[in-house]
């Protein structure tokens, strides 16, 4: 019989019941597709890379401008609030 089931497909055509469990064996397959040496260890690697996913994400998008106390994984707690569009002005209510 078939049934309908909700799962995450891989690039490679695996389909994993966990989006995290999908996200790991695709950081395995790029981790086994860069360097040879790699492939052996690359489950133990991407699984160590999801583990610590919001760290490396911090270090991968830190530029020169950035200030690293002031975001959320450091103890940041300052929420940024949508930027007034400038140049535009409240119509006038009309006056009687």
């Known amino acids: 019989m078939i049934?309908?089931?909700k799962s995450y497909k891989t690039v490679d055509g695996k389909l994993f019941d966990n989006?995290?469990?999908a996200q790991i064996h695709e950081i395995e397959l790029i981790?086994?597709?860069s360097d040879s040496s790699t492939s052996e260890n690359a489950k133990f690697?991407?699984?160590a890379i999801f583990k610590n996913?919001?760290?490396i994400?911090?270090?991968l998008t830190t530029n020169p401008n950035s200030k690293p106390k002031a975001r959320a994984i450091h103890g940041g707690t300052k929420k940024r609030v949508k930027g007034i569009v400038s140049g535009l002005s409240p119509t006038p209510s009309p006056t009687t």
């Open 3 to 5: 049934e309908f089931t």
């Open 19 to 21: 989006i995290n469990e």
């Open 31 to 33: 981790l086994e597709k």
């Open 45 to 47: 690697i991407a699984v």
């Open 53 to 55: 996913k919001d760290l």
């Open 57 to 59: 994400l911090d270090i």
